[in-house]
C-alpha cells in the first residue's frame, strides 16, 4: 500500500497546521482542538482534561463488535528552540526541502501525531466494521514535569473504570532507519538529592572547620563503583550517574559549610527503588556522614512482554520497510511508564531521533509517508474482525 498524492498533501497539511502553534512544554497552544477538530467527524468522542496548566485529550470511538481497546498516546508539547539565529528557518514552521521536514516538533513528536491521525482516517475509510475500540491519549505535560499529564489522565482514567489494552506510544524511537527500533520498556529512574553538612570556616584554620566535599569523596567513589546489579535479557546493567555538585562560595579561603550533590539511577528490573535507597543509605551511614537526602522516583522500570502488541508492530514493520525491529529498553523515560503499571501492553514507535531537542530538528517526508502506513498496519492486526487471533 502507498499514500497517494492528496492523502500526502493531507498529511502536510495536519503537520504544518501542529507545527505552527509554539506549544514549548506545558503549552499546547491549541494543537488539542486541531487534533479533536480533526477526530471528531470520524466518530470518536472526545473528553478534554485539564489538571493545572496542562492539557489533555482523551477520545474514543467504539467499533460495531466487543473486542480490545488499543489507544495511540502522545504529547504536543515540545522543548524551547534555543537562539532562533541558530536555526536554518522558522522553527515553528514545517519547513519543507525535498524529502526534508525542518522544524521543532517535526520528529518529537508532531510528526507521529500527524502520522496516527491520517492512519486512523485511512482505516474509517477502508474499514466499516471492526472489532473493540480505537483511542487516543494526548497530553501536553511530557517534556518538562510530566505531573499534569499522562500520570494524573491514567488516574482519571482508574477511577472511572476505564480500561485499554493496547498502547501505541509516538515516541521518537527509531535509530538509522525508520521502525529499526521498538521501544518495548523502559529503565526506571530515580533521582537523590544529598546535601552533607560540614562546618563553614577559614581554609588556614581546617581544625576549626569541618569540610564536606573532603569528607563525601570516598562515599561517592563507592556509589559511582557499585555494581548494582548485572541486568538481564532486556535491560542494561543499574548505573548511577552524579548529574550536579554544587558546593562553595566562590572564594577561595572559605570552606564551605555544606555540598549538594544531585544523582540519579537508571535501573532495570533486577532493582527495587526501595533496593536502590537502602543500600545507598548504608553506604552513607558506613563513611559517618551527617547528611540530609531527598527521593524522588520519575518513573518504575516496564517491560511489554510478547504478545498480541509486540506480534502485530513488529509485522507492521516488516511489512512496510521490509526487515524486523530490534526491540530495546534503551533510552530515556516516557509517558508509557505511567500506563503500563495498569497491565496494558504498551510500544514505543516513531520516527527516527537523530535530531531531537536539537537545533534544526527534521523528518523525512518519506519516513512520515511509511510511518502512517506502520499505525495503520497495527490497528489493522489488532481490531479487524477477520484477524481473530488478535482480538480478546
Not at 486541531?34 to 496548566?53: N, Y
Not at 515553528?92 to 482516517?121: P, Q
Not at 550536579?244 to 555544606?258: C, R
Request: net charge negative.
Amino acid at each position: 500500500m502507498k499514500i497517494d498524492a492528496d492523502r500526502e498533501r493531507k498529511l502536510l497539511a495536519v503537520l504544518s497546521e501542529l507545527m505552527e502553534k509554539p506549544s514549548t512544554s506545558p503549552q499546547d497552544c491549541g494543537c488539542q482542538d486541531s487534533i479533536e477538530a480533526f477526530i471528531t467527524p470520524l466518530g470518536f468522542t472526545s473528553t478534554r482534561l485539564p489538571f493545572e496548566d496542562v492539557s489533555n485529550l482523551w477520545a474514543t470511538k467504539s467499533g460495531s463488535k466487543p473486542g480490545p481497546t488499543l489507544i495511540f498516546a502522545g504529547h504536543t508539547d515540545v522543548v524551547p528552540t534555543g537562539q532562533l539565529s541558530s536555526w536554518d528557518c522558522d522553527p515553528f514552521k514545517a519547513n519543507v526541502s525535498g524529502d526534508v521536514i525542518t522544524g521543532r516538533g517535526a520528529a518529537d513528536m508532531k510528526g507521529a501525531l500527524a502520522a496516527m491521525l491520517i492512519a486512523t482516517e485511512m482505516f474509517q475509510n477502508k474499514y466499516q466494521v471492526f472489532h473493540g475500540r480505537l483511542g487516543f491519549l494526548i497530553t501536553s505535560d511530557e517534556e518538562a514535569a510530566a505531573i499534569n499529564g499522562t500520570k494524573k489522565v491514567m488516574a482519571w482514567l482508574n477511577e472511572q473504570d476505564e480500561h485499554f489494552d493496547y498502547c501505541v506510544v509516538g515516541e521518537p524511537s527509531s535509530d538509522q532507519s525508520l521502525g529499526d527500533v521498538i521501544r518495548v520498556g523502559r529503565r526506571g529512574s530515580l533521582n537523590g538529592k544529598l546535601t552533607i553538612k560540614g562546618k563553614q570556616g577559614h581554609v588556614a584554620y581546617p581544625d576549626k572547620a569541618s569540610n564536606p566535599i573532603h569528607s563525601c569523596l570516598t562515599a561517592l567513589a563507592e556509589l559511582s563503583a557499585v555494581t548494582w546489579d548485572t541486568g538481564n535479557t532486556f535491560f542494561p546493567p543499574t548505573s548511577f550517574q552524579i548529574s550536579n555538585f554544587q558546593s562553595g562560595t566562590g572564594a577561595t579561603n572559605v570552606i564551605p559549610g555544606d555540598a549538594i550533590i544531585d544523582f540519579n539511577f537508571r535501573y532495570s528490573t533486577e532493582s527495587t527503588e526501595t533496593s536502590l535507597m537502602q543500600r545507598t543509605e548504608d553506604i552513607l551511614k558506613h563513611y559517618h556522614l551527617e547528611y540530609a537526602l531527598q527521593w524522588s522516583l520519575s518513573g518504575e522500570p516496564f517491560l511489554t512482554q510478547d504478545g498480541v502488541l509486540i506480534t502485530s508492530t513488529s509485522a507492521a514493520v516488516n511489512k512496510i520497510k521490509g526487515y524486523q525491529p530490534v526491540l530495546s529498553t534503551g533510552g530515556g523515560t516516557s509517558d508509557g511508564r505511567f500506563i503500563a503499571p495498569s497491565g496494558i501492553e504498551v510500544v514505543e514507535i516513531g520516527l527516527c531521533n537523530e535530531t531531537i531537542h536539537q537545533i534544526n530538528e527534521c523528518t523525512s517526508l518519506s519516513d512520515l509517508r511509511d510511518l502512517t502506513l506502520i499505525y495503520l498496519d497495527i490497528m489493522e492486526g489488532i481490531l479487524l474482525p477477520d484477524n481473530s487471533q488478535h482480538v480478546s
